[in-house]
Structures are given as structure tokens and as C-alpha cells.
């Protein structure tokens, strides 16, 4: 093990309560987490509220998470979740009447939907059968005379797909073709650099891989491909919010960063505990974090081949995700037996998802197996 996983997971206490495999749905709350919201909840109930330490803190966060990704922190605004990244990218995008994006079918309906729902300015979405592979060569064979934009997930939740959005990146700067990429189930457990991925926007939340509990996400914008523009105005949007917060006709620029698209407050505890979240995940690595959740996919893959499960999705390390894997497992018939082994994972499409964290271990993957292998033979034998 390149890092002491028996150490990190005394950071997460719910892992040791039960076999936790559902990262991939919402992230077990850690110590340092913990310790973050709790400072915020005791500096408002103390002082009734700091709110310039809290803003500067936040901004101490945006350039944590800015590095995380390899940005700038003028590049990075922070968002509700996923959803609303996607949606302020799609709306912020220069498309018109006629414009086609290019899209997976079965991809993630929170990211489709936000581009589905600019039908309403005659822009076209057209959805591409998803293959195992997905790169710049597949989109390439699809592009039409009207196609602007393709917008993807890195990773894929129903079933692991590793996509090589770096590539596809490049084939968008070639054609000049906007390009925006939900991270929501890779990072934290993927690398991600949004210089190497080259897209106008990379949108996430933060309660997976990134360790938070509901409620933030953030929005990469890369200024230089596009002066994109948001679709609703506040003061904090502008680039010289009023002093004496009066509106006037005359001060309507809208900030030169990422900061035109964030509007009202802010959920601060979240962003200040996210800082925390991510110096955990400095320290380890999110290569090492990929490495480690690697190894266990072998195992769990080697695992059910000798019970004769099947695994929905790619098994080459090059095209699946380190860390979600779905067995072939029909979802109503196996979470509640699962429930009754408190082994804790998701349905999914097509049959049980195992989503694993930087806790995870040999003995979640083997206790799983084992469950599986002795309902199989108590079937069998009945």
C-alpha cells in the first residue's frame, strides 16, 4: 500500500460500523471535515458570526481547490452542486438557433438536461450511443456542420467508464468546439488537471471523491476560450459591487473571473470544510488514491469471475474508473440482503454498484464477495 489506509480510515468512523461501498453516492463524513464545520458552528454561536474571517477563509479555499485542479483561483466559482455547474455552463455558452451539442446517451441526466432545456433558443442536443471507449477519434466520426459544443462526464455512474476527455479536449480546440466536462465522479480519485482536460468549463460537487457532505459544487471557466456570460445578474456578480449597494444603470460590467457566475451567499461552512477535505487529500495523493482503488477493482473483478458474476462495464484499467464498479447482481432482488449484512452500496441500472474511497480496504472487497458467494449457494442449494 503506497499509504496507511488502517490510519485514514479511523478518519471516517462510519467505515468501521458497517462495509462502506458507496462512495460513489455520498461520502462518509471525515474527522477533519468534522473539525471544520464544528469551528464554524461554534465561531457563529460565539460571536454571532465573523463573516469577514469566513470570507477570507473562503477564499483561502478557492485557491486550495484552484491548485487541486491546476487553476487559477480567478478561474473558480464556487456553485450549489453538480447540477447548477452544469446548467450556468450550458446557459453561459454562446450557442444560437440551429447550434448542435453532442452528447453520451445514458450519460449523467443532470448534466443532458441542462443542455436539453436550451431546445427553448433552438439549440439541438443529439445523443451518441455510448461505446466502452469514448475519445477525441469517437466524437470526431460524429461531428456535423452544426455542431458547437460536446459536453461528458470523465467518469460515468452507472457502470465505471473511464473516458479520455484529454483527447477530446484536443479535438474541440482543433475544431473550435466548446467543450464541457462533468468531473462529479472521478475527482478526488482521479486526477484532475482542467489544463490537461482543455475545456471551457469543468463543472463538480463535492460529496464523493471530494469528501464533503451535500450542498457545493464549483464551476472551472477557462476566460481565454470564451468570454462567456451568465444568465443572471446580483451586485456580487458585478466587477465594482456598489459600496452603498444602490443599483444604477451605469454599473452593470460583470466580473472579469469565475466570480461573474456565483450570486447571493455563500454555503460557508461547506466551502471552509472543504478545506480541510482537501488537505487530507494533499497529503495522500490523489495518484496514490487512484492506485489504491485500482488494486482493490482487481481484486473484486477476480472475485466475481470465480462466482460467475458478471461486471457491467469495461474491466481494462485504461477505460474503467479506479473505483466504481457495477456486478450483475438484479438490484431488487440483493439490497436487502445486503441491508441485513450491513454491507452498504447502491442499485444501479443494471444491478449492484460498488463504489470504493481512499478507506477501503481488502476485507470490505472480500466481505462482499463472501456475502455474494454464500447467497449464491444458499440459492443453489434450495
Known amino acids: 500500500m ?32 468534522k473539525e471544520r464545520l464544528e469551528a464554524f458552528i461554534a465561531s457563529s454561536f460565539d460571536t454571532a458570526g465573523p463573516k469577514s474571517e469566513w470570507l ?18 480567478e478561474e473558480i466559482a464556487f456553485t450549489k452542486n453538480t447540477s447548477e455547474a452544469m446548467n450556468i455552463a450550458a446557459n453561459a455558452l454562446p450557442l444560437e438557433a440551429g447550434d448542435e451539442v453532442l452528447m453520451l446517451e445514458g450519460d449523467h441526466p443532470n448534466n443532458a438536461y441542462a443542455f436539453l432545456n436550451l ?7 443529439r445523443f451518441l450511443p455510448m461505446p466502452e471507449v469514448v475519445d477525441g477519434a469517437f466524437f470526431e466520426r460524429h461531428l456535423g456542420e452544426r455542431t458547437r459544443a460536446i459536453s461528458m462526464s470523465l467518469v460515468t455512474f452507472h457502470a465505471g467508464h473511464l473516458f479520455d476527455v484529454e483527447s477530446v479536449g484536443r479535438l474541440c480546440r482543433e475544431r473550435g468546439l466548446f467543450f464541457v466536462v462533468d468531473v462529479m465522479q472521478g475527482i478526488g480519485v482521479v486526477p484532475v488537471d482542467v489544463k490537461k482536460i482543455g475545456a471551457t468549463f469543468v463543472g463538480s460537487g463535492t460529496h464523493k471523491g471530494l ?26 456578480t458585478l466587477e465594482n459591487p456598489p459600496a452603498d449597494l444602490i443599483a444604477r444603470h451605469d454599473n452593470m460590467t460583470v466580473a472579469s473571473t469565475a466570480r461573474r457566475f456565483e450570486i447571493g451567499n455563500f454555503n460557508l461552512p461547506a466551502v471552509l470544510g472543504l478545506g480541510g477535505a482537501l488537505e487530507l487529500l494533499d497529503a495522500i495523493g490523489v ?63 443494471d444491478g449492484v454498484r460498488i463504489s470504493l474511497g ?15 458467494e454464500a447467497r449464491l ?4 442449494a434450495a
Open 119 to 125: 431546445a427553448r433558443k433552438g439549440v439541438e442536443t
Open 287 to 349: 495518484a496514490e488514491i487512484q492506485e489504491h482503488c485500482h488494486a482493490l477493482g482487481d481484486r473484486l473483478i477476480a472475485g466475481l469471475d470465480r462466482l460467475g458474476v458478471g461486471l457491467v462495464g469495461p474491466r481494462a484499467r485504461a477505460h474503467r474508473a479506479p473505483h466504481i464498479y457495477v456486478a450483475a447482481l438484479p438490484a431488487a432482488e440483493w439490497l436487502p440482503y445486503f441491508a441485513e449484512q450491513n454491507i452498504r452500496l447502491s442499485p444501479e441500472r
Open 211 to 236: 469528501l464533503l457532505p451535500q450542498g457545493l459544487g464549483f464551476l472551472y471557466w477557462n476566460r481565454k476560450a470564451v468570454d462567456a456570460q451568465p444568465s443572471y445578474m446580483a451586485a456580487i
Open 2 to 33: 503506497s499509504y496507511d489506509v488502517a490510519a485514514v480510515r479511523r478518519l471516517f468512523p462510519a467505515v468501521e460500523r458497517m462495509t462502506y461501498l458507496d462512495a460513489g453516492f455520498q461520502s462518509p463524513l471525515s474527522v477533519p471535515v
Open 56 to 73: 477570507s477563509g473562503m477564499e483561502a479555499v478557492r485557491g486550495q481547490l484552484a491548485a487541486f485542479v491546476n487553476a487559477a483561483p
Open 377 to 380: 449457494r444458499a440459492s443453489a
Open 358 to 372: 481512499l478507506f477501503s480496504t481488502e476485507a470490505d472487497i472480500d466481505r462482499f464477495l463472501d456475502a455474494v
